[in-house]
């Protein structure tokens, strides 16, 4: 350790150390780094922002909203397996506020980002700044506390010193593969500018090895008798699995054994599609096959799953009255779900143990042979799906058909809410790991093509596409921009069906007709709903907002142009967006699934009253597991 000391001002001293900072994993390493996004203000521009312009080596890059260019890093991380990000910078105030919906977005899907909100100031004698909010009770909060909830680490830094232990862990905190989620510095304006001696070893190239921590023995040997002890084993593949890169793994596992996998929002890919044992979707969004073999299963594998409730249908998914469950999880929050024997631990490394330990295993013909059964029942319906051709205008499940069957073989295709991300986790036939990134923990509109720029910046050399409904659009499309500035093509296909088709139907099925989910004119001071019969369209142009943000735009009305649109998409040399109108209620039908949503208790609506007569009777197949 030298005494050396760098005369450095905050601002100065965190970039450098960001610059410094590695990673490592199975002897692959790389800075952990990939740049920087900002949006300056008052709070910001002459701390990190001058840091910025000093340091060209973590690269600037300017965004239009500070919510979108977290989507971005988050995204970004989840093409990188979490082993590189971003970092966040915004000014004070609504920048900062800006950021919050991302760092849940982040927190909840477990993806590294580093959010460095500008905070005011630590000297206070000039309060209120401009964009304080001012406390009567103390002058030690300011927004920057919002985002405490919504970080796996927090820290304001009212010291320049404050630095030599908080960044040490936001890194510890970013690399947990446990732990991992947005990490918040609020930064005062003032003490990003004041300088400090910083100890000249704090800049040192530092890695931190991401570990493949492995499960108690004793408890891995409890799950190989509990498997080979098992009649209806089901694998349930989650989002870890590919965070871990496992997928090799688990498809040995699966060939060795004959375990059926059902695939989560973010699990699906971690098994290719036409894998015989690849049940596919299971849960709310899932299909017959994997909700068939889930409600009989006696052992249900979780593999980096939070079990959320489009996992388990509400609780509803595993009926077999002796079921029990075997998690495997870095996070022991999440292994210890559903009662389960927990394996607090790596997937790729467990999968490996415990081939070993179950050499010899294998279902029974009977078991494998009904599952091969339901795997090719459902590809046929997903051909049936696909060859749809509705008139007058397309229905969403026969253009997601061209879309995987007209994308190159290394696409990423990206979506996040609305009616889409069930229809793709149903329909989307997975053929890489990569290839169906769903943002679908905190499903968060307009996600998408920041996202999706996010994708492009991680992959440049590949095919992105970017699936969005023209409610998502309408919130967060200002990414385009982004895009075209630094040449990252993204091809957006926005499916315009007026309105909420998702929220729609949900409301008609709970008895409430469409009410509020419809872009349309009101009629006599009231919006329209469903029953509506004279519905007068809002003059949104989306190609002409597109074009006015300078894409490549497209229109089309039926599944030809579609197809064709679809096919020059790929010549175009910027981001192109192809707006198609497609049916409002033509479908994809749920599978053997249920998802609880209250349904008004008392109301004056007959169609409510019997809703929620019906929702009484399916909760009662909600189960606890203790
Ligand atoms: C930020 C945000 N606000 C609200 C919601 C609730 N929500 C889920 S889907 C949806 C409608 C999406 O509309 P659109 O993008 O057009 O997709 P569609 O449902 O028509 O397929 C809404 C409002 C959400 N997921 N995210
Ligand atoms: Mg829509």
Same mark, same amino acid.
């Given at each position: 350790m030298s005494a050396?000391?760098? #005369?450095?001002?905050m601002?100065q001293?965190l970039i450098?150390?960001?610059?410094n900072?590695h990673?490592?994993r199975d002897?692959?390493?790389?800075p952990? !780094?990939?740049?920087?996004f900002?949006i ?5 521009v002459?701390g990190i922002g001058?840091a910025l312009?000093?340091y +060209?080596?973590?690269r ?5 909203n500070e919510?979108a260019?977290?989507?971005?890093? %988050?995204a970004?991380?989840?093409?990188k397996n979490?082993m590189?990000t971003?970092a966040?910078l ?5 920048g900062?506020?800006?950021?919050i919906?991302g760092?849940? *977005?982040a927190?909840?899907n477990?993806?590294p ?5 500008g905070?005011? !100031?630590a000297r206070r004698?000039v309060?209120?700044?401009l964009?304080q909010?001012e406390s009567?009770?103390t002058q030690d909060?300011?927004v920057?506390d919002?985002f405490?909830p919504?970080?796996r680490?927090? $820290?304001r830094?009212?010291?320049?010193d404050?630095?030599? &232990?908080a960044l040490p862990?936001a890194m510890?905190v970013l690399?947990?593969?446990?732990h991992?989620g947005a990490?918040t510095?609020?930064? +005062?304006? $003032? &003490?990003q500018?004041?300088a400090?001696?910083?100890p000249?070893d ?7 090895t991401? +570990?493949?921590? #492995?499960?108690d023995r ?9 498997i ?10 989650g989002? /870890? ?5 496992a997928e090799k793994v688990? =498809?040995?596992?699966v060939?060795?054994t004959g375990?059926?996998v059902?695939?989560?929002?973010a699990g699906?890919g971690?098994?290719l ?8 979707a299971?849960?709310v969004? /899932? ?9 009989e299963a006696d052992?249900v594998?979780?593999?980096g799953?939070?079990?959320g409730?489009?996992?388990s %249908? ?5 009926q077999?009255?002796?079921?029990? !469950? ?8 999440d292994?210890?779900k559903?009662a %389960?024997?927990?394996?607090?631990a790596d997937a ?11 050499k ?9 042979? =009904? ?7 459902w590809?046929?319906?997903v ?5 749809i051709r509705n008139?007058p205008l397309?229905?969403?499940g026969e253009l997601?058909?061209?879309?995987n ?14 009616s889409?991300p ?5 329909l989307w036939r ?6 169906f990134?769903l943002e679908y923990g905190?499903s968060?509109? /307009?996600?998408?093509?920041a996202?999706?720029?996010?994708v492009k910046m991680?992959?440049p =050399?590949?095919?992105v ?15 385009? *921009?982004t895009s075209i500035?630094?040449g990252?093509?993204?091809t957006i296909?926005l499916?315009?069906?007026?309105? !909420? ?5 949900l409301?008609r099925?709970?008895?409430q ?8 004119f009101?009629?006599k ?5 469903d029953t509506?019969?004279r ?6 142009d989306f190609?002409?907002?597109a ?6 735009v497209?229109?089309c009305?039926?599944?030809?142009d579609? *197809?064709?649109a679809?096919? =020059?998409s ?5 981001t192109t967006?192809i ?6 209620y033509v ?5 053997e699934?249920w998802?609880d949503v209250? *349904?008004?208790?008392?109301s004056?609506i007959?169609?409510v009253r019997?809703a #929620? ?9 909600e #189960?606890?597991?203790f």
């Open positions: 050396k000391t760098v #005369r450095l001002t601002g001293a450098r150390y960001l610059i900072q990673v490592e002897g692959e390493q790389h952990f !780094f990939a740049g920087c900002g300056f203000g008052h709070g910001c002459s001058q312009q000093q +060209p080596k973590l600037y890059y300017q965004t239009r919510q260019m977290v989507h971005a890093s %988050a970004y991380a989840k093409m979490r590189q971003f966040c915004s000014s004070i105030g609504p900062a506020t800006n950021m919906t760092a849940a *977005v927190t909840t477990h993806l980002v580093l959010l460095l909100p905070d005011i !100031f004698n309060a209120p700044v964009q909010l009567e009770t909060i300011s920057s919002c405490k919504v970080s680490y927090w $820290d830094i009212n010291r320049a404050q630095i030599l &232990t862990e510890r690399t947990s593969p446990a991992t990490v510095l609020s930064l +005062p304006e $003032d &003490t500018t004041e400090y001696d910083y000249a704090f800049f040192k190239k530092r890695i931190w991401i +570990p493949r921590n #492995r499960a004793a408890a891995l040997a409890g799950a190989a008798k509990w080979q002890g098992s009649k209806r084993p089901l694998i349930v593949a989002g /870890g699995v590919i965070y871990s890169g688990l =498809e040995q596992f060939e060795r375990i059926p059902g695939v989560t929002m699906k971690s098994l599609y036409d894998n015989e044992l690849n049940l596919g299971i849960g969004t /899932g299909n017959f096959a994997a909700n068939l073999i889930a409600r052992l594998i979780g593999i799953t939070r079990f409730d489009f996992t %249908a509400s609780k509803t998914a595993f077999n009255p002796d079921v029990r !469950f075997v998690n495997i999880n870095v996070a022991e929050f292994a210890y559903h %389960a024997l927990p394996l607090v790729r490394a467990t999968l490996k143990e415990l081939i070993g330990l179950l010899g295993y294998h279902v029974r013909p009977g078991y494998q042979q =009904e599952a091969q059964k339901l795997h090719k029942q590809q046929e319906e051909d049936r799906i696909y060859a008139e397309p229905s969403q997601i058909g061209v879309v069957e007209l994308s190159e073989p290394g696409a990423v295709m990206i979506n996040a809410a609305g889409m069930g229809d793709l986790h149903k997975t053929r890489h790991s990569k290839n990134h905190y968060c509109m /307009g996600y998408e093509i996202g999706g720029l996010g991680a992959a =050399e590949r095919e596409i970017v699936m969005v409904g023209d409610g998502s659009y309408l919130m967060l499309c200002n990414e385009i *921009v500035q630094e990252y093509k993204l296909v499916m315009d069906n007026r309105g !909420f088709n998702s929220i729609g139907g409301s099925s709970l008895g007709k469409g009410f509020g989910t419809r872009y349309a009101p009629i001071k009231k919006l329209p709903d509506s019969k519905i007068k369209a809002l003059p949104v190609a002409m907002n074009r006015g943000l300078g894409a490549h497209m229109e009305q039926t599944y030809d579609f *197809v064709a679809f096919k =020059e790929k010549e175009t040399d910027r967006v707006c198609v109108r497609n049916d409002r479908g994809v039908p749920g599978y699934s998802w209250p *349904v008004a208790e008392v004056e007959e169609s019997k #929620r007569k019906q929702w009484e009777k399916d909760r009662k197949r #189960r606890y597991f």
